[in-house]
C-alpha cells in the first residue's frame, strides 16, 4: 500500500504546529515536513486569542522578574528550569516574529507596546489590538507558506498514533473530504493539537478544542501530566462563555459586585483586578455565594466596567471587546458595564514532555497547549501561552528534525496494517445502522459536559468527584452504544464529533482522578475538604498513565525541579 511519508509530522496548524514546522524547517533543510490539520490553520483556536504574548522587552523589565511571576503564579510546580529557559527565549521569539511581519502595537516611539496582565509585575504583554492570536497566527502561516518542504494536509483527521517496535512511525488519518483513512508515515511526529476546553459546557475554547492529541499520546501509553490543573477565567460572557480579554483588565476596568464594590479588596488587595485568574474566579464565585451577584438568565454576574476609559481609549486598544458587547450582549461597552462570570479557559495539563518537547514513546513530541512541558504549574499566567507555543514549539521541530535526520524511515507493511485495523474499527463503530435505537451523541456529550461544570470547576469537593468518576464511567458505557445518523463519507462531521466525544470522555476520566487524588488546593485546583495548600506531599507534578482496559489511571507524583525560587506563601 502506498501511503505518505515526512520526516517530520506536525499534527495541528496552530501556533505552536506552524513554529514547529518552520523550526524543523530552517534546522534541516533537506527535510520533508507535513502539517496535519483537521482545520484549515487559520481556524485553529490561536486566531481567537485576544489579549497579548508576554516577554521582557522593556528596560524595566529583567528574565528573573518574569521567572519569578511565571513561578509564583504556578503556585511553585512549575519547573523552573524550564521556566527559565522559557524567560531567556522569550523576547527572541517575539522580535522574530517582528522580523516575519506581525504588526505589534507600538508606542509612540516606535517600539513595541506592553500591556499590564494579571499575575505580573511589570507591563510585559506585548499585543496586537486585541486581535493578538488572529496576526500572530497569520504572520507564521505567511511565513510558513516561504518553505516549498512544508506540504498540507488540510481537513484531515488524525484518529490514532501509530507505533511500531516502541517507537512512533506515524498516525491514521481521515481525509474529511473523501471519508477515507490513510496511514502517514513519519520519523518523527509532533503533537500540537491545543486545548480540551469542550470537555466543559461553559468554555471560552472553540469547538474543535477536544483534547485530541493528548488522548492519541495517552492512548498510545505516554503518560499525562497535571490533568488536574484546569484554568477558569473569571471574565466570560454569560450566555456564550465567549472571552472578555484580560486586557480590559489590564487597560484599567474594574469589576464590581451587586453593591457597588471593587470586591476584590478582600481578595487581592495589593493587585486588585490584575491578580491572577485562580485567585479572581474563586473570589467571583464566593462572592456570588454571598449574594453579592447580579442575577441573570444564565445564574449569577459580575459587572466588568470600562466606561471611565473613555471612548478613545476604547476604540484603540479594546476594539474587539466593543464589537462583541454590541453582537452578542447588546450593549455599548463605552456606555454600559459588561455582564461576565468564571468561564473554563486553559488546560495546564497535557502531554508529559521534556523541554525539547520529547515524550516518553521515541519519535513523539508535543508542544502548545496540548503538552505539559512544565511552563504553567498549577495555574498558567495569561499571556504566557502564545509565547510559550513559539519557544517550546520551536524547541520541538528543532529536536524533532534532529531525531528524525538519524533516524529510519518506517516500513510500509506494519503501517498498513495498523491502519487497516483502524479502519476496522471505525466502520465497526459508528457505521452500524441499528436501527435508531441507540445513545444519541448530544445526550452524551451535553451530560458531560454539564457534569463537568457542576464537579470538576472553580471549587472541588471529595463527593463531587466521586459522582464524576462515576458519571464518566457510566457515560463511557453509554458511548458504547452511540448511534449516529450520517453514514455518509463526505465531511461527515458526525462522525469526527463522535471520535471527538470519544477522546474527550477519555480525558476526563483522567481529569476527574487526578483531581481526587490531589488533597490539596493548589493555583486553580481548589478543594473545599482541602483548602491549604500540603507542600511535604503535593509539591509535585501528577503523572497518569492510562490503566489496563476498565481499569482507572495509574496516578503517581514525580518531585518538582526547584533551582532559585524556594516556594513562599503565594499571597498578592
Ligand atoms: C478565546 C481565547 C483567547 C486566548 N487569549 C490568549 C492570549 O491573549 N494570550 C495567550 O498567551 N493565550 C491566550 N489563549 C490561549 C492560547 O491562545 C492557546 O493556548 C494557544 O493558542 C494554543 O495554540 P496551539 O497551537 O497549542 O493549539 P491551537 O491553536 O488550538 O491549534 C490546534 C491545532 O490542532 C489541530 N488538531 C486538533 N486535533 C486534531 C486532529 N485530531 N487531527 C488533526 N488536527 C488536529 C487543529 O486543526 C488546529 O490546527 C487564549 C485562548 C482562548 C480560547
Not at 169 to 198: C, D, E, F, W, Y
Not at 472 to 496: A, M
Request: net charge negative.
Amino acid at each position: 500500500m502506498d501511503f505518505p511519508s515526512f520526516d517530520v509530522l506536525v499534527i495541528g496548524g496552530g501556533a505552536a504546529g506552524l513554529r514547529a514546522a518552520i523550526a524543523a524547517a530552517e534546522t534541516e533543510r533537506s527535510l520533508r515536513i507535513g502539517i496535519v490539520s483537521k482545520v484549515y490553520p487559520m481556524r485553529s483556536h490561536t486566531v481567537s486569542a485576544e489579549g497579548g504574548a508576554a516577554a521582557a522587552l522593556r528596560p524595566e523589565d529583567s528574565w528573573e522578574k518574569h521567572a519569578f511571576d511565571t513561578i509564583k503564579g504556578s503556585d511553585y510546580i512549575a519547573d523552573q528550569y524550564v521556566v527559565e529557559t522559557f524567560v531567556r527565549e522569550a523576547p527572541l521569539e517575539l522580535v522574530r516574529l517582528e522580523h516575519w511581519g506581525c504588526p505589534w502595537s507600538r508606542d509612540p516611539d516606535g517600539k513595541i507596546s506592553a500591556r499590564p496582565f494579571g499575575g505580573m509585575s511589570v507591563w510585559r504583554t506585548c499585543f496586537a489590538a486585541d486581535k493578538t492570536g488572529f496576526h500572530l497566527l497569520h504572520t507564521l502561516f505567511q511565513t510558513s507558506l516561504k518553505y516549498e518542504k512544508i506540504a498540507r494536509l488540510d481537513e484531515c483527521f488524525v484518529t490514532s498514533l501509530l507505533v511500531e517496535d516502541g517507537r512512533c512511525v506515524g498516525v491514521s488519518a481521515m481525509n474529511q473530504r473523501t471519508g477515507a483513512i490513510h496511514p502517514i508515515g513519519a520519523k518523527s511526529v509532533i503533537l500540537t493539537t491545543g486545548g480540551n476546553g469542550r470537555i466543559y459546557a461553559f468554555t471560552t475554547n472553540g469547538n474543535i478544542c477536544t483534547g485530541d492529541g493528548m488522548a492519541l499520546a495517552y492512548r498510545a501509553g505516554v503518560p499525562l501530566k497535571d490533568m488536574e490543573m484546569v484554568q477558569f477565567h473569571p471574565t466570560g460572557l454569560p450566555a456564550t462563555g465567549i472571552l472578555i480579554t484580560e486586557a480590559v483588565r489590564g487597560e484599567g476596568g474594574y469589576l464590581i459586585n451587586n453593591k457597588g464594590e471593587r470586591f476584590l479588596k478582600d481578595y487581592v488587595p495589593s493587585k486588585m483586578e490584575l491578580g491572577p485568574r485562580d485567585i479572581i474566579s474563586r473570589a467571583e464565585v464566593t462572592e456570588f455565594e454571598k449574594g453579592n451577584g447580579f442575577k441573570g438568565e444564565h445564574g449569577d454576574y459580575m459587572h466588568l466596567d470600562v466606561r471611565h476609559l473613555g471612548e478613545e481609549t476604547i476604540d484603540l486598544k479594546l476594539p474587539f471587546m466593543r464589537e462583541l458587547g454590541l453582537d452578542y450582549v447588546g450593549i455599548d461597552i463605552v456606555r454600559d458595564p459588561i455582564p461576565v462570570r468564571p468561564v473554563e479557559h486553559y488546560m495546564m495539563g497535557g502531554v508529559d514532555v521534556d523541554i525539547y518537547g520529547a515524550s516518553e514513546l521515541s519519535g513523539l513530541y508535543a508542544a502548545g497547549e496540548c503538552a505539559n512541558v512544565g511552563l504553567n504549574g498549577a495555574n498558567r499566567l495569561g499571556s504566557n501561552s502564545l509565547t510559550e507555543c513559539l519557544v517550546f514549539g520551536a524547541a520541538a521541530g528543532r529536536a524533532a528534525a534532529h531525531h528524525s535526520s538519524q533516524a529510519k524511515a518506517p516500513t510500509a507493511n506494519p503501517i498498513a496494517a495498523l491502519v487497516e485495523d483502524e479502519t476496522r474499527r471505525i466502520e465497526k463503530t459508528y457505521m452500524a445502522d441499528n436501527g435508531g435505537k441507540g445513545e444519541r451523541l448530544a445526550d452524551v456529550r451535553e451530560e458531560l459536559q454539564r457534569s463537568m461544570d457542576l464537579n470538576v470547576g472553580v471549587f472541588r469537593t471529595a463527593e463531587g468527584l466521586a459522582e464524576q468518576e462515576a458519571t464518566v464511567h457510566e457515560l463511557r458505557q453509554r458511548y458504547k452504544k452511540v448511534q449516529l445518523d450520517d453514514h455518509s463519507k463526505v465531511f461527515n462531521t458526525e462522525l469526527t464529533a463522535a471520535l471527538e466525544l470519544d477522546f474527550m470522555l477519555e480525558l476526563a476520566e483522567v481529569m476527574t482522578h487526578c483531581a481526587a487524588a490531589r488533597k490539596e488546593s493548589r493555583g486553580a485546583h481548589a478543594r473545599r475538604d482541602f483548602p491549604d495548600r500540603d507542600d511535604e506531599k503535593f509539591l509535585a507534578n501528577t503523572i497518569a498513565t492510562r490503566g489496563a482496559p476498565g481499569q482507572p489511571p495509574k496516578i503517581e507524583y514525580r518531585p518538582v525541579r526547584i533551582t532559585d525560587w524556594q516556594p513562599a506563601v503565594r499571597s498578592y
